[in-house]
């Protein structure tokens, strides 16, 4: 189910379209089999994000994306494919999104940096006129190969809560 202006809608998936009864649907900006689209969605206002953490980018697998949604007069429009400009094969970024304010944190739970595979990492972007523009990527300090790091994540306010559910604590 999903919870739409109206209230709560059950839905199904298509190949064409993810439609929601009552008639709001989202169009397929060329979701890939396999790539989980939607396996993470936030919504804030009228923007809607769709993780897709198993999503191939330029041949690379499993690096991941999210999907941007806009709501304008009744109908929900494809912005974007937000991507990390740093990606790397089984990245899985989009693992997990949060909102607040004007930043959109998205994390990339398999991540690697050296030898520490699978470390993971958090992107942050912000709207600025318009435009959803890179601001920096979050590691954690002491984070290690395997931790995961991003694999949870919340923000309320200037607050961001990560969480490294693999951590050798």
């Known amino acids: 189910f999903v919870f739409t202006r109206a209230g709560w809608k059950s839905f199904s998936m298509g190949e064409d379209s993810i439609d929601i009864v009552a008639g709001v649907q989202l169009s397929n900006p060329g979701f890939a089999n396999g790539e989980q689209a939607g396996y993470r969605v936030e919504i804030d206002g009228d923007y809607a994000y769709l993780g897709a953490w198993a999503s191939n980018v ?3 697998s ?3 994306a999210v999907y941007v949604y ?3 007069n009744g109908v929900w429009n494809y ?3 937000v991507v990390a400009a740093d990606g790397e094969a089984f990245d899985y970024f989009g693992t997990d999104i949060a909102l607040a ?3 959109v944190f998205i994390s990339s739970s398999g991540d690697g940096f050296e030898s520490n595979s699978a470390q993971g990492s958090v992107y942050v972007y912000k709207w600025n006129n318009g435009n959803l523009d890179f ?3 979050i590691t954690g300090s002491d984070a290690t190969a395997g931790d995961r790091f991003g694999y949870e994540i919340e923000a309320n306010g200037n607050l961001l ?3 490294a559910v693999f ?3």
């Open 161 to 163: 809560i990560v969480g």
């Open 167 to 169: 951590d050798d604590i």
């Open 135 to 137: 601001q920096s990527k």
């Open 70 to 72: 806009h709501y304008e």
């Open 101 to 103: 304010q004007n930043y």
């Open 79 to 81: 912005l974007s494919k």
């Open 58 to 60: 330029n041949g690379k």
């Open 62 to 64: 499993q690096q991941g």
